[in-house]
């Protein structure tokens, strides 16, 4: 199992910018789909971002154009970079890695993104 640790979460204004980062320790880090998701109190987790092994990028259709996933696996990080907040993206936001061959999926501790003014 992969350790993730995420941070960059915070209090912002609507309009504003953050850049989320997810720190992996794995040395097989290319053999990992990411992805960032989101859950507010009393609602299912939901994908945000993912991005595959082979740089595929997908994103809810409520994010596109607004938010930027992206990897460096020299370095075993993937990022979320979100720009025009707002109110509605206030959530814990979670880092998640799948293994592309076990399929076994990991999970970070997540973030909190607040987005008021």
């Known amino acids: 199992q992969v350790q993730l640790v995420e941070s960059g979460g915070g209090l912002v204004q609507p309009g504003g910018s953050l850049r989320l980062s997810c720190a992996a320790s794995t040395s097989r880090f290319p053999l990992y789909n990411m992805a960032w998701y989101r859950q507010t109190p009393g609602n299912m987790r939901e994908s945000v971002a993912e991005?595959?092994?082979?740089?595929?990028?997908n994103y809810v259709d409520s994010v596109k154009g607004r938010f930027t996933i992206s990897r460096d696996n020299a370095e075993n990080m993937v990022y979320l970079q979100m720009n025009s907040l707002k109110p509605e993206d206030t959530a814990v936001y979670y880092c998640?890695?799948?293994?592309?061959?076990?399929?076994?999926?990991?999970w970070g501790q997540g973030t909190l993104v607040t987005v008021s003014s």
């Open positions: 998640r890695a799948q293994n592309r061959l076990t399929s076994i999926v990991s």
């Open positions: 991005i595959t092994t082979d740089g595929t990028i």
